[in-house]
């Protein structure tokens, strides 16, 4: 059976997976051909892997329905990350299943003696959890989450940190992705993860609870802004913490904890984000700190996420786009007057991507350069004051030279905003920027909105 009619024909969970699983396979089965004596064993799996994306990208310019779309949007994110990893093996010369680079990648294998799913990564090995998911998304990983490049990697650090039974705690700016890798990990894993957004109002017995929830349904906690906790509750919860970990090393299925006896699931884990610097934060007590692995995280690199979101979206030039995109929001940041409803973020950049996807879709013989400079010119106009207009407009010329695109028209609904105006006895504005262009404006902005 091809792959795209084994992509349409299963469930969303079961793809993702199946990939994993494939993926893993054919790797070690190209280390197993370069010890056999094909040199070229890896560079034709990176062929391969490129051409199945081609195709992927190919699917998601048809008319698929929403939840196959959601699908192949899902797996071109994991296969891009797939044959980035080749393609990187390729470059390095890995040839061997026991070097490090192929070791510390997450490796999805189907175990016929337990007759399950076992995820490696490391020394750490993690049975697949099967809680239901569906298609909610998937984090692009880039060298933030994944450290490819730069030694340690925040996947890394909290797989080991579970294997040895400890919880995991990145930390860094606001926009940095701490919660979102963890809760990636966990979908990677299929475990139920819940984020906790903490305050000055958890008390230890609320800690308590949620702890002896988590623990006895195998969950992850994610405990957002960990650090605004009240100190003396942190070193209440430092000795709950404590109380579970030495549970999890001695195998424990049940386990006194807070007055009770409960079940112990050995899949539990507990995480916690901070933010550094911030007022209104404490310093986490020692004892406490001994209790998580920490991992800094920095500023994502937003040129590779636009490239494999718009990628995902089915543009084929989406490196050469995506280096404009960031370079124009960067120039924006810069050069526009700074007001407090202007936003240039990773946010900003996925409802323009989103909205470039389905211009595409609804255009498909236009050019990609002028379907993203439509979609940048009618996401971020509507939002800027008068002043920063031409300049804005300004930067996309140099950006997308000779391109021009005029405004669609929405037959019915300039015709009655035009009418009513003539009709008010006000003067009818037409040009861009003017008054019915404002109205339409505010249509448009709506229903991104709302898709």
């Known amino acids: 059976m091809p792959r795209s009619k084994w992509i349409e024909k299963c469930l969303g969970m079961v793809t993702l997976s199946g990939s994993a699983i494939w993926w893993t396979w054919e790797t070690e089965d190209v280390f197993r051909r370069v010890r056999g004596g094909n040199k070229y064993a890896m560079k034709e ?75 490696r990564q490391c020394t750490g090995l993690f049975r697949y959890g099967f809680e239901f998911m569906g298609l909610n998304g998937r984090l692009v990983i880039t060298a933030l989450t ?31 992705g701490k919660t979102e890798t963890t809760k990636d990990l966990a979908k990677s894993m299929a475990l139920l993860c819940v984020v906790f957004n903490c305050g000055e109002g958890l008390d230890y017995k609320a800690m308590g609870s949620i702890f002896s929830g988590l623990v006895q349904c195998g969950a992850w906690g994610c405990f957002d802004e960990f650090n605004r906790i009240e100190a003396e509750v942190l070193s209440v919860v430092s000795s709950q913490i404590r109380q579970i970990q030495e549970a999890l090393k001695n195998g424990l299925t049940r386990f006194p904890f807070e007055g009770k006896e409960i079940a112990l699931d050995e899949r539990s884990g507990i995480f916690i984000t901070m933010n550094p610097g911030y007022a209104g934060r404490t310093e986490l007590p020692d004892n406490l700190k001994a209790l998580f692995r920490p991992v800094t995280m920095v500023v994502p690199d937003l040129e590779q996420i636009c490239e494999i979101m718009l990628f995902s979206e089915g543009f084929d030039t989406a490196k050469v786009l995506a280096k404009k995109m960031t370079v124009l929001y960067k120039l924006a940041k810069e050069q526009l007057s700074s007001q407090h409803h202007y936003d240039f973020g990773l946010r900003a950049l996925k409802s323009v991507l989103v909205m470039a996807g389905s211009l595409k879709r609804s255009s498909p ?52 905003v035009e009418a009513d105006l003539a009709e008010q006895g006000y003067q009818v504005l037409t040009d861009a920027g003017q008054q019915v262009d404002k109205v339409i404006q505010l249509y448009e902005a709506s229903t991104s909105k709302l898709s």
């Not at 490819?148 to 606001?174: K, S």
């Not at 379907?371 to 008068?386: E, H, I, T």
């Open 45 to 119: 799996l990176s062929s391969k892997l490129t051409n199945q994306l081609a195709d992927l990208t190919s699917m998601v310019r048809r008319d698929l329905g929403g939840e196959a779309r959601k699908k192949v949007n899902t797996l071109i994110i994991t296969d891009v990350h797939a044959r980035d990893i080749i393609e990187t093996f390729v470059r390095d010369s890995v040839m061997d299943a026991r070097e490090f680079a192929w070791e510390s990648q997450l490796r999805y294998y189907w175990d016929r003696t337990a007759d399950d799913l076992m995820i």
């Open 146 to 176: 994944d450290r490819r490049d730069h030694g340690d990697r925040c996947y890394m650090t909290l797989t080991t940190a579970l294997t040895y039974r400890l919880g995991g705690a990145p930390a860094g700016p606001a926009g940095t």
């Open 365 to 416: 013989d236009m050019s990609e350069a002028l379907v993203l400079m439509r979609a940048l010119r009618d996401m971020n106009l509507p939002k800027f004051v008068y002043d920063d207009v031409p300049l804005f407009l300004g930067l996309i010329n140099d950006l997308f030279p000779g391109m021009d695109c005029p405004r669609v028209r929405y037959p019915q609904l300039n015709d009655v």
